[in-house]
């Protein structure tokens, strides 16, 4: 059975301390879960420039790493019946496009796998409108697909978590940030995260700095295609607004347990997010490309989670196909490995550039974690 000896664990902080020691970030957090066990639970650094010490119990922003949380929210409505993979939106969202377009071909299935070919439109660049949800779903309505639904694997940054959130409403009658709230992190004891922050909390969130934060963060040869304005994420107005895809607010430690749960076959603790068949079915490659629409680069989906397996990913080196997670814009990363049982999640304030430097730094530590628990 694979484990972490105390030899081993201090290895591991010493990796993760050498990165706050080199400046890649003013401040992060490590959690690990070893079969069903926290085992690893770091914290270093600051929360910002001139912030103060970040604990285990600091709370960050989570950007993209927020979509497998509204993703199992989605998930456990297929469980319940009330929607299927395979149903076309339009059956639980009539105003989403018209009858007889290419539009109403888009199904829950390609939602889930950043396939249903609006990956981007002009709501991605007015965020003044992000804490509406009615303009959400409006720009949602009116936007038409720059691919063929079904035909082009794009990861759609925020637009995922428009439509997953909207069709959590539609299928459950809660805003999804409730839904998830009560559905999933409350169940599984997840009692530091959330999707934005709730109105009686204060907004203690970890200062974003680092790579370009003072503008914009963007790689002109690999990633996003439009710059992320990174110094609107550090406003208290986008920390309590609902974005699915984007504003989590959370720790490693709840993320890894988060992946813990779904590495174990959906359940742990006596707490059941999912079914095992569910899990399976989330967690296999659903889509695949050499060169992903909006990203540039090589990209394997499941259903709402990244599949691992490809050269230079974030699950590390040496990673399965069958290892899940996201990643978080330059900031965060969390995986499952079910054949290993184990939840890892690294979250930090510092942002770097977005390729292959983020890549590597997330992946040396994926390695450590994997290479010590197979010694």
């Known amino acids: 059975m694979p484990y972490l000896s105390a030899?081993?664990?201090e290895q591991l902080?010493?990796?993760f301390d050498r990165q706050l020691d080199v400046g890649l970030h003013h401040g992060a957090q490590l959690a690990v879960y070893v079969d069903g066990d926290l085992v690893v639970d770091f914290a270093g650094g600051s929360t910002g420039p001139d912030g103060d010490e970040t604990t285990p119990e600091t709370r960050h922003l989570l950007f993209s790493c927020t979509k497998p949380f509204a993703g199992v929210g989605l998930h456990q409505l297929v469980e319940q019946g009330e929607l299927d993979y395979d149903d076309r939106v339009v059956e639980h969202w009539p105003e989403f496009a018209d009858d007889g377009t290419q539009k109403a071909s888009?199904?829950?299935?390609?939602?889930?796998?950043?396939?249903?070919?609006?990956?981007?439109?002009?709501?991605?660049?007015?965020?003044?409108?992000?804490?509406?949800?009615?303009?959400?779903?409006?720009?949602?309505?009116?936007?038409?697909?720059?691919f063929e639904p079904g035909t082009t694997p794009a990861y759609h940054a925020t637009n995922y978590g428009w439509l997953v959130g909207e069709l959590v409403r539609r299928c459950s009658g809660q805003p999804v940030e409730e839904y998830v709230a009560e559905n999933v992190f409350e169940p599984l004891g997840m009692g530091d995260t959330g999707i934005g922050l709730r109105d009686d909390e204060p907004d203690t969130v970890a200062t974003l700095a680092g790579y370009e934060t003072s503008e914009r963060c963007h790689d002109v040869e690999e990633g996003l295609e439009d710059p992320t304005d990174v110094a609107a994420f550090n406003q208290e107005a986008t920390h309590r607004a609902v974005i699915p895809a984007a504003n989590g607010i959370g720790t490693a430690r709840d993320m890894a347990r988060f992946y813990a749960c779904l590495a174990n076959g959906g359940s742990l603790d006596g707490t059941q997010l999912l079914t095992e068949a569910t899990v399976d079915e989330a967690t296999t490659t659903h889509a695949e490309t050499e060169s992903d629409g909006t990203l540039s680069r090589p990209a394997r989906y499941g259903l709402g989670v990244w599949t691992g397996g490809l050269a230079a990913d974030m699950f590390g080196a040496a990673s399965k196909e069958r290892m899940f997670g996201h990643a978080g814009l330059g900031s965060s990363f969390g995986w499952g490995d079910p054949e290993l049982n184990?939840?890892?999640?690294?979250?930090?304030?510092?942002?770097?550039?977005?390729?292959f430097e983020h890549a590597a730094r997330v992946g040396q530590l994926s390695d450590a974690v994997r290479l010590l628990l197979q010694d």
């Not at 981007?120 to 992000?130: A, I, T």
């Not at 184990?342 to 390729?355: D, H, K, Q, Y």
């Open 106 to 146: 888009i199904t829950v299935r390609q939602v889930l796998s950043h396939t249903a070919g609006i990956p981007f439109g002009e709501f991605d660049d007015q965020p003044e409108r992000w804490g509406d949800w009615d303009a959400v779903v409006a720009a949602m309505e009116d936007i038409e697909p720059v």
């Open 342 to 355: 184990v939840g890892f999640a690294l979250v930090t304030n510092g942002i770097r550039e977005e390729s």
């Open 7 to 9: 030899d081993d664990i």
């Open 13 to 15: 902080r010493a990796q």
